[in-house]
């Protein structure tokens, strides 16, 4: 199964909400200091947006694949996960980019 570009597009949307979640994401771990031992603060963040953007991005290509009545064999779920993990991979320079800037 390939993606189109209104796919990519959306993909893209929910990684930009992902990432406009950093300020929160520090907000969180600054609030949580004494609890959490946190060696590396901005690959802790790096890993929060990763979640967020598998989470949402993951249940976006579970529908398309739902409404394209795609068979959910393991081969075509890894398909559309690599191809959302592609779209986060070309966009991690300014993914930590962001995450140095806060």
């Given at each position: 199964m390939k993606l189109s570009i209104d796919d990519t597009r959306e993909l893209e949307n929910l990684l930009q909400i992902a990432t406009s979640q950093i300020p929160k994401y520090f907000n969180l771990i600054n609030s949580t200091k004494e609890?959490?031992?946190i060696k590396n603060m901005h690959e802790c963040i790096l890993g929060m947006v990763?979640?967020?953007?598998?989470?949402?991005?993951g249940q976006y290509?579970?529908?398309?694949?739902?409404?394209?009545?795609?068979?959910g064999t393991v081969e075509n779920?890894?398909?559309?996960?690599?191809?959302?993990i592609?779209?986060?991979n070309e966009h991690i320079s300014d993914i930590k980019r962001q995450i140095y800037e806060n």
């Amino acid at each position: 199964m390939k993606l189109s570009i209104d796919d990519t597009r959306e993909l893209e949307n929910l990684l930009q909400i992902a990432t406009s979640q950093i300020p929160k994401y520090f907000n969180l771990i600054n609030s949580t200091k004494e609890q959490w031992d946190i060696k590396n603060m901005h690959e802790c963040i790096l890993g929060m947006v990763l979640q967020k953007y598998i989470h949402d991005s993951g249940q976006y290509l579970t529908n398309k694949r739902i409404d394209e009545n795609q068979p959910g064999t393991v081969e075509n779920t890894m398909k559309l996960f690599d191809a959302g993990i592609e779209i986060f991979n070309e966009h991690i320079s300014d993914i930590k980019r962001q995450i140095y800037e806060n």
